[in-house]
């Protein structure tokens, strides 16, 4: 079992940066493959990004590459996005996940473990 808790969202200019964090209790976090997710209203939940148990493996959605880094922290147990560049339709309530499943992970339906999400919104 693990416990999920999203932050770092807010209101932010197009153009600029945020960081979301993700931290998560427990003392198995580095068992965990890391992802974040978004969903804007009227659309289906989005893969964003994933991480893998140690970090060394990282794999983004096309929309998102070259602009937000997923890292994380096994001794903080904490999973982080950093977005740059944002645009209006990054706007969205941003998830991060986690599940012991391996392989590519972008669909939602393999993260066993959700946090409440943090709205990100991008203004024009």
């Known amino acids: 079992q693990v416990q999920l808790v999203e932050s770092g969202g807010g209101l932010v200019q197009a153009g600029g940066s945020l960081r979301l964090s993700c931290a998560a209790s427990g003392r198995t976090f580095s068992s965990y493959a890391m992802a974040w997710f978004r969903q804007a209203p009227g659309k289906e939940r989005e893969f964003v990004a994933r991480i893998m148990t140690s970090g060394g493996s990282t794999y983004y959605a096309d929309s998102v590459k070259g602009r937000f880094t997923v890292s994380r922290d096994n001794a903080k147990s904490t999973v982080y996005l950093q977005m740059t560049s944002l645009k209006p339709e990054d706007t969205a309530v941003y998830y991060c996940?986690?599940?012991?499943?391996?392989?590519?992970?972008?669909?939602?339906?393999?993260?066993?473990?959700w946090g409440q999400g943090t709205q990100v919104t991008v203004s024009s």
């Open positions: 996940a986690a599940t012991r499943a391996t392989g590519v992970l972008t669909t939602p339906s393999r993260y066993d473990y």
